[in-house]
């Protein structure tokens, strides 16, 4: 079909007015990321660890090597940053009563000489029965440190016996033979577990970035900037997409109150009013999506490739576009149209990771979030933010973007047009 150049640009500039003039809906829509992604950074932002400190009263009434060691545990630079240790000699019971502290750890005499002598040994922990998440922290991490102590008393047992005479306060030193054998057990084990230890199955690699002088410099991302950024593209794509679906039901609208049915009196024709709609809703998208990147980018600590952000965003808004005008082709009435697009954006944008991480969702989960564009798009701008990603690292992304894109808006401007055809909005 032919467009009147003309008339298509008058169209566009009377919504655009027109929107300009009661911006509160798509601003409040706008407003929800932003808003959104702050709340998160400024609770869960900082250099500092905001999870406060699990207070650990410890009894420790053996006194032993092993004892030491979990005492150790708890007080090491890695656990301080969770954990405040005080050690007590009693009273920890009443203590935990008078909500002092969120648990008591107790450990028995003869501990640390039962763990030497393969018995069996109890730890006692009492929770603050006032508190719920930090006395769960305190009996994971002992749980844990048990089933080391378990496993290494086990794997360890020719080396202990051989220096446990040697372990009593009365007792000599330990003498050069005896340091020599417990070196040679020790050498046995390493070689009888070479097949389970090395190569390791986990490594941990350490990520560095350029400054710009030719040095470089780890990336840590734990500030609230970091976490801001890793909200925001999931909440923007769902809010774009609540953008364009409150653009195009403005075409539900005008058919619902007879105004539509005026404009189509001049010489413009039904496939030019869908246009000119769908035009509008590609302008304010790409204008809201603007306002999102100039937030990002306050806060953001380099910069990203423009053409690969460009395309993926122009891709993203004919998806938003699209879907929203198939939408809104299918629904009969504007308040119809409404509650079928927010069902729909909630079960992609859940399903597809942009409120919560496909990490944490199940694995049922994860397998259906290739199916929604909300997945492409916040896939795409986190892999902008994680390196220097190119439009050839993102082709999958645009590619899917672009043909639900496209798909959707044929169909929505050939539901919309039989529609207006028939006289159903007009």
């Given amino acids: 079909m032919k467009l009147h ?23 409040l829509l706008l407003a929800f990321p932003i808003l959104f992604s702050g709340i998160f950074a400024l609770s869960f932002g900082g250099t500092e660890p905001r999870i406060p400190k699990v207070a650990l009263l410890i009894e420790d009434q053996d006194g032993g090597i092993v004892a030491g060691l979990i005492r150790s545990a708890f007080t090491s630079e890695q656990a301080a940053q969770y954990f405040s240790i005080e050690v007590v000699e009693s009273g920890g019971l009443e203590r935990i009563e008078n909500g002092d502290a969120s648990a008591l750890l107790r450990i028995p005499p003869r501990f640390s000489q039962d763990i030497l002598d393969q018995e069996p040994v109890t730890l006692e922990l009492v929770r603050n029965p006032a508190q719920a998440v ?9 749980q844990i440190l048990t089933e080391v102590l378990d496993a290494g008393a086990h794997v360890l047992e020719g080396p202990l016996d051989l220096i446990q005479p040697y372990l009593d306060e009365d007792s000599e030193a330990i003498p050069d033979l005896a340091v020599a054998g417990v ?8 070689k009888r577990a070479d097949t389970f230890l090395f190569p390791p199955v986990v490594t941990l690699e350490s990520r560095t970035r ?9 990336i840590t991302g734990s500030g609230g900037g970091s976490i ?23 075409l539900l609208r005008e058919g619902e109150k007879g105004t539509l049915r005026r404009q189509l009196v001049s010489p413009i024709r039904p496939f030019e009013a869908i246009a000119g709609k769908a035009a509008v809703t590609f302008i304010v998208g790409a204008f809201s999506l603007l306002v999102l990147t100039t937030f990002a980018a306050f806060v953001a600590d380099r910069g990203i490739d423009v053409l690969a952000y460009s395309s993926l965003a122009a891709a993203l808004l004919l998806a938003a576009t699209g879907v929203s005008s198939t939408i809104c082709g299918f629904a009969r009435t504007e308040s119809q149209g409404a509650t079928i697009s927010s069902v729909i954006y909630l079960v992609m944008a859940f399903s597809g990771g942009a409120f919560v991480p496909l990490s944490s969702l199940p694995s049922s989960m994860r ?8 997945y492409w798009a916040t896939e795409g701008f986190h892999q902008l933010q994680r390196s220097w990603t190119g439009i050839t690292d993102l082709r999958l992304n645009l ?28």
């Fill in 183 to 190: 070196a040679v057990e020790v050498n046995q084990l390493l």
């Fill in 367 to 374: 397998s259906i979030a290739p199916f929604s564009p909300f």
């Fill in 399 to 426: 590619l899917v973007l672009l043909a639900v894109g496209s798909v959707t808006l044929f169909l929505g401007v050939f539901l919309l047009g039989r529609k207006v055809g028939r006289g159903e909005m007009a």
């Fill in 5 to 27: 150049g003309k008339a298509l640009v008058a169209m566009v500039k009377k919504d655009l007015l027109r929107h300009l003039r009661a911006p509160l809906g798509p601003g």
């Fill in 134 to 142: 930090l006395p769960e922290i305190a009996q994971q991490v002992l």
């Fill in 228 to 250: 801001f950024l890793f909200i925001l593209p999931g909440v923007a794509v769902f809010s774009l997409f609540s953008i364009a679906d409150l653009m195009m039901r403005d």
């Fill in 210 to 218: 350029e400054t710009g002088d030719g040095e470089t410099e780890p």
